[in-house]
């Protein structure tokens, strides 16, 4: 136990607190007195020496309890010092380890460090690498997400679309390049199904494309892949081309001369009975409508052959103005009249949507020509509605889409019916020149090929034609016509 220090000056204030006591015994002085009453000095200074000498007694004892407490507490003040002395020791030990491990593990950071900057470097060459590949492929190389939102777009794609990267990254595919010919549930089909798909895009004569979309390892999204292979499938149809339309001006002379004669006098005379009959008076309502839609269908038959002609020597007439808009509900009209099927389905059964850009699109055109082409494709789309009519939850529709994109008009006519093979698709805008034989066979009969209406777009409108079908989804027939300002 360490006993606490008391100054020497404390015992002698202690003492002096215990004299006023002494008042209080004042008689006993008498015994310091005589008979006499006289002082007894021997006794006085007996009893004085007696108390300095227990004053002293206990100065002394208050000095060496004192003594001995200071030496207790500087042994205490010596262990505490030792102990501290061991333990910053033991704390100089500990911390000069800690900084070894701390060198070492510096060291050792500059190592990984120096190695991360090394694998940094790397990985940004291989970056590089891979991007410029990319960057140099002649192929459009569209990466999208789950959302069908662009996640990569390579130079190729900005050079074809004019859109740069920075604008398209996370857009819809659809809204940054409405003109691509290939349709959104073509590519949830491989979303959901894993499977890659390949679909072949093709301008007769101008340039082919195989468009394959196949999903991510390990992501949810696909990569859309538009190869140009124009030239391989060029050299490869040269010399059939060549004998094709070396033949083709011929056959189309033939049959439009052999045609037309008789058509003509089939008109005339149709006409001029139309007019005998009504200047007769009577009930000739009924017969004048059907000689009416005879003269219809007969100018249809006559622009037909027209185009045959023209085919031939093409010639061409003037062009005039004309609402696309308007044409196409004129065709469809027209098309409830003369396009159905006695043992199926009907064209005024057809649900028809429509999504025309506001104001109506114009364009100088051939009219009789365009509503040709309107009229075939629509019969198309009638012939491959009623291959699926009757099936379960089947509901046929189709959709006409016009409007204006990078300078060209642009029309789609898309159906839900019965879609074309990859053959079909290739053969859809081929005129037959040899006869079909089982070794020489055709993926399309003739009643179902629009090679007159490819010719009306792209040789007598300057424009172009392609097609986009899936078997399940149904067919979109894509048209542009270019603008020339």
Known sequence: MILSKRPLYAVASTTLLLLPSLSAHAALIDVFKDEQGRTKWQHVANFSGSVLIILLTLSLIGLAISQYRIRLRNRQLRQIRRGLESEVQKRTERLHESNQLLQESNRALEEEISEHKETAAELIKSQAYLKSILASMPSMLIGLNDKLEITHWNKTAQTITGHGEDKVIGSYLWDAYPTITLAPEQVRQVLESGQPQQIK?????????????????????????????????????????????????????????????????????????????????????????????????????????????????????????????????????????????????????????????????????????????????????????????????????????????????????????????????????????????????????????????????????????????????????????????
């Open 201 to 485: 895009h093709s301008q007769r004569g101008q340039y082919y494309f195989d468009i394959t979309v196949f999903p991510l390892e390990g992501q949810s999204g696909v990569v859309v892949v538009v190869e140009n292979v124009t030239q391989r499938s060029l050299a490869e149809n040269m010399l059939i081309q060549r004998d094709k339309m070396a033949s083709m001006g011929e056959l189309a002379a033939t049959m439009a001369y052999d045609i037309n004669s008789p058509l003509q006098g089939i008109l005339s005379d149709i006409a001029k009975a139309q007019t005998k009959l009504l200047s007769q008076g009577g009930n000739a309502e009924e017969v004048s409508r059907l000689l009416k839609d005879a003269i219809e269908q007969g100018s249809q038959a006559s622009a037909v052959v027209k185009n045959l002609l023209d085919f031939a020597d093409n010639n061409a007439a003037e062009k005039q103005a004309a609402q696309i808009p308007q044409l196409l509900d004129h065709c469809l009209e027209l098309a409830e009249d003369v396009i159905s099927n006695p043992k199926g389905l009907h064209f005024r059964d057809i649900a028809i949507t429509r999504q025309y850009a506001e104001p109506g699109p114009e364009l100088e055109c051939y009219v009789a020509e365009l509503q040709q082409v309107f009229l075939s494709l629509l019969r198309h789309a009638a012939h491959a509605l009623n291959a699926r009519y009757g099936e379960a939850d089947f509901t046929p529709q189709i959709t006409i889409e016009v409007f204006d994109a990078y300078e060209s008009l642009w029309v789609k006519v898309q159906h839900n019916g019965r879609g074309l093979t990859p053959e079909q698709q290739q053969d859809i805008f081929e005129p037959i020149v040899q006869q079909t034989t089982p070794t020489n066979p055709k993926p399309l009969p003739v009643e179902n090929r629009l090679s007159f209406s490819y010719f009306i777009v792209t040789e007598h409108h300057d424009g172009e034609m392609a097609v986009t079908s899936d078997i399940d989804i149904g067919t979109t027939f894509h048209i542009q016509f270019h603008r020339h300002y």
